[in-house]
T-cell receptor, first 114, second 107 residues
Framework: DAGVIQSPRHEVTEMGQEVTLRCKPI?????LFWYRQTMMRGLELLIY????????DSGMPEDRFSAKMPNASFSTLKIQPSEPRDSAVYFC????????????FGDGTRLSIL | RKEVEQDPGPFNVPEGATVAFNCTYS??????FFWYRQDCRKEPKLLMS???SGNEDGRFTAQLNRASQYISLLIRDSKLSDSATYLC????????FGTGTRLQVFP
């Protein structure tokens, strides 16, 4: 079975550029989560969707970050403009429902902003 | 106080040792609990869910103590391959992860 699929796996870009991260959740899962992981702050929840609707975006650090889920099989996380402090690993995860069931993670996107 | 707290370690143990990690949580309304394992430069992977009555999966035992608001993970007969970071996750209306406990098993 296909797991959560993220792209790209690695992204290196210069500050000020727009960055778009993509995620395809596990088929049938109705909750999708975007996380950011750094050594200093650990794994932080940025935003999550339930049935394609954003439920909680309180973890989104700034207006430079935005996320969309236009349908049940696709989500994007966009950073515009990007800054060096955005460098981190960004994970997407999905679950059957947001609470009782565990989340399954994609391989992550390793983002470096120069 | 953080919502979910773990001792960051590292825990350095010899092969064959028994090691235990605790994870405390602050929200008494938390409903579900999990342990994840994360290898270096990899994604977190579900190790096991934690049930109220406690549960075991081979060498791994997870327990929940609602009165004291903590969950634990016990690893018996440690293997070199158990070396990783172990993250606890606690769910109320969303899943909150601890910062992880680093385990290093040496020969």
């Amino acid at each position: 079975d296909a797991g959560v699929i993220q792209s790209p796996r690695h992204e290196v870009t210069e500050m000020g550029q727009e960055v778009t991260l993509r995620c395809k959740p596990i088929s049938g899962h109705n909750s999708l989560f975007w996380y950011r992981q750094t050594m200093m702050r650990g794994l932080e929840l940025l935003i999550y969707f339930n049935n394609n609707v954003p439920i909680d975006d309180s973890g989104m650090p700034e207006d430079r970050f935005s996320a969309k889920m236009p349908n049940a099989s696709f989500s994007t996380l966009k950073i515009q403009p990007s800054e060096p402090r955005d460098s981190a690993v960004y994970f997407c995860a999905s679950s059957l429902n947001r609470g009782a069931q565990p989340q399954h993670f994609g391989d992550g996107t390793r983002l470096s902003i120069l | 106080r953080k919502e979910v707290e773990q001792d960051p370690g590292p825990f350095n143990v010899p092969e064959g040792a028994t090691v235990a990690f605790n994870c405390t949580y602050s929200n008494s309304a938390s409903q579900s609990f999990f342990w994840y394992r994360q290898d270096c430069r990899k994604e977190p992977k579900l190790l096991m869910s934690v049930y109220s009555s406690g549960n075991e999966d081979g060498r791994f035992t997870a327990q929940l103590n609602r009165a004291s608001q903590y969950i634990s993970l016990l690893i018996r007969d440690s293997k070199l391959s158990d070396s990783a970071t172990y993250l606890c996750a606690v769910n109320t209306d969303k899943l909150i992860f601890g910062t992880g406990t680093r385990l290093q098993v040496f020969p």
